[in-house]
Each structure stands twice: as structure tokens, then as C-alpha cells.
């Protein structure tokens, strides 16, 4: 019964009542595509035209926040930078300057992490294109008993986890954690 329940899980079919099914990434087209939005953990250089004292990096907090002088807390989370940005200027231009002119940009990403048959689970610094094979290598490695194949990637958007077995040779996106799974030959 645990080998069945163990290859159950590998293959991602529920044989347990009660499990919970969750939606896979390919389900919500903006999932895989799409403009990259901003989550706890982004470094952003936002840069305020003629207003030194606010052009600065901020990170996104785990509210989903980031905190700026003059007009404080600023919802970021799942918001593009062209978004955000527009969403500052508006704030500035309530009050405090006449058509401010704002830019953001992604100065670093948040982590991504790796678990499972790797030689050193763990969190790593992203980089724009990476695969999974890539954060793998960057995880030290497949071990012995790695299936080199296939991996499960799990992101949460809008705060709703989403998850997908994918070839190795796919790219993730900052925040996504990527299990190598024990092969069973």
C-alpha cells in the first residue's frame, strides 16, 4: 500500500478521499505568459524624474507592500511595474508634485528554491531565463536516485498555488519551487 500511495503521488493522481486537487500551471493563461508580476521579495529601482529624495530601491514586503517617503504603504503584489508605477504617480500627484513622472523596474528578483533529490535543497538568487535544469544545477546537482526527467513546479498566483510537472528543460519564474522527484528505476 505505500508504494501504491508513493507512486500516486509522483504521478500526481489522488487515491485518498479528501485530497485536494490543485489547478495545474497551463490552467489560467496569465499563469505562463504573460508580463511578470511583482511578489514578496522583489527589489524595485523606482525612479521618481526630478525628486532625488525618492528615486530609491524598495522591496516588496511579505504584504505585498513597498513603503515610500510622502505617501507610505503602495500595494505592489501581482502588479506589473507599469502598474505600480502609475499606481505611485498617482498618489504623488494628489498631493505632493505636479505630473510626476515615474519608472519602475525589477532591480532583483525574489528566490527561487529547489527541493527533493538534489545535493543542496535550499533557496537561490533568480536569474531571467533559468530552467529547471538550470536551478537544479545550481541546487547541486541531481543525486543518485534523481529522476532527470520530469520535475513538479509549484507557484502561487493571486494567492492560489498552482502545480505542473514539467521536463527539466522548461523555464521557471522567480518564487517558483521545483521538486526533483526519486526515479523508480
Given amino acids: 500500500m505505500i508504494r501504491l500511495h508513493i507512486s500516486a503521488i509522483l504521478f500526481g493522481t489522488a487515491l485518498l478521499a479528501g485530497c485536494v486537487d490543485r489547478p495545474t500551471l497551463s490552467e489560467p493563461a496569465t499563469v505562463g505568459s504573460g508580463p511578470y508580476l511583482l511578489g514578496a521579495g522583489d527589489d524595485l529601482r523606482i525612479v521618481v524624474y526630478d525628486q532625488p529624495s525618492l528615486t530609491n530601491l524598495y522591496e516588496v514586503d511579505q504584504s505585498g507592500q513597498i513603503s515610500m517617503p510622502l ?15 502609475n499606481r505611485i504617480e498617482a498618489r504623488l500627484a494628489t498631493a505632493y508634485l505636479k505630473e510626476p513622472n515615474v519608472t519602475v523596474e525589477v ?29 537544479i544545477a545550481v541546487a547541486g546537482g541531481y543525486t543518485d536516485r534523481a529522476n532527470r526527467r520530469v520535475v513538479r513546479v509549484s507557484r502561487t498566483v493571486n494567492g492560489q498555488l498552482f502545480e505542473e510537472r514539467i521536463p527539466v528543460i522548461e523555464r521557471i519564474r522567480p518564487g517558483d519551487t521545483v521538486y526533483v522527484f526519486e526515479s523508480l528505476f
Fill in 107 to 135: 532591480a532583483t528578483y525574489r528566490p527561487f528554491f529547489v527541493l527533493g533529490e538534489v545535493g543542496t535543497p535550499g533557496q537561490f538568487p533568480y536569474v531571467p531565463g533559468i530552467t529547471a535544469e538550470t536551478a
Fill in 71 to 85: 505617501i507610505g504603504d503602495v500595494p505592489a503584489r501581482d502588479s506589473t511595474a507599469d502598474e505600480l508605477a
